[in-house]
């Protein structure tokens, strides 16, 4: 079955640099997927969706690559600030069966 | 407003008492779901549901048992249970249930059992 691979230990960066988180899956490519924020006691928040067909996509500070042939997404944070700091959640379709399964997330300190 | 509210946020019980998470979302989407938040953060789905109709059951204890009254509601029935069951639960929502729809999280219920 498909499977997420995040670096789950803490990733820390200063502020101002850019953070680069990476998602792996081991099966089959996805149609999308997604990246989330969750910080302490919340909910994720969705931030960003990536077609399987899309290289990039940015919105803002952020951007997100998308390798099919790698199985990889590229999660980036440009001019990082100490309110970036937060777990981020990868996301994707078990088996394009509309089942979004997560990643067990980063965790990201922005250093001031 | 908030999009998705679930009560109770903190729920403290005992092993082999009976409990329940309510779920209530104001986005007019037609799909909500449970997911499981264990110790190690690892967000699992339990349950979706599309316009009151079970559509996804991920092998989870039928001691768990949810129920949607209508679209905006789905609430999660806990029997008898387990400390294997504490973690945060999390209601969600999406418009259709597709895939490539983002998900609306509710804030959480940290079940405790003691």
């Known amino acids: 079955s498909q499977k997420i691979e995040q670096n789950s230990e803490a990733l820390n960066i200063q502020e101002g640099k850019t953070a680069t988180l990476t998602c792996n899956y081991t099966n089959y490519s996805p149609a999308y997927l997604q990246w989330y924020r969750q910080d302490p006691g919340r909910g994720p928040v969705f931030l960003l969706l990536?077609?399987?067909?899309?290289k990039e996509k940015r919105k803002e500070r952020l951007k997100v690559t998308f390798d099919t042939t790698l199985k990889q997404s590229l999660f980036h944070i440009t001019a990082s600030q100490p309110a970036d700091s937060a777990t981020y959640l990868c996301a994707l379709e078990m088996n394009r069966d509309d089942k979004i399964i997560f990643g067990k997330g980063t965790r990201l300190h922005i250093l001031p | 407003d908030t999009a998705v509210s679930q009560t109770p946020k903190y729920l403290v019980t005992q092993m082999g008492n009976d409990k329940s998470i309510k779920c209530e979302q104001n986005l007019g989407h037609d799909t909500m779901y449970w997911y499981k938040q264990d110790s190690k953060k690892f967000l699992k789905i339990m349950f979706s549901y599309n316009n009151k109709e079970l559509i996804i059951n991920e092998t989870v204890p039928n001691r768990f048992s949810p129920k949607s009254p209508d679209k905006a509601h789905l609430n999660l029935h806990i029997n008898s249970l387990e400390l294997g069951d504490s973690a945060v639960y999390f209601c969600?929502?999406?418009?259709?249930?597709?895939?490539?729809?983002?998900?609306?999280f509710g804030s959480g219920t940290q079940l405790s059992v003691l």
């Open positions: 969600a929502s999406s418009p259709t249930g597709r895939g490539q729809e983002k998900l609306f």
């Open positions: 990536i077609r399987e067909n899309e």
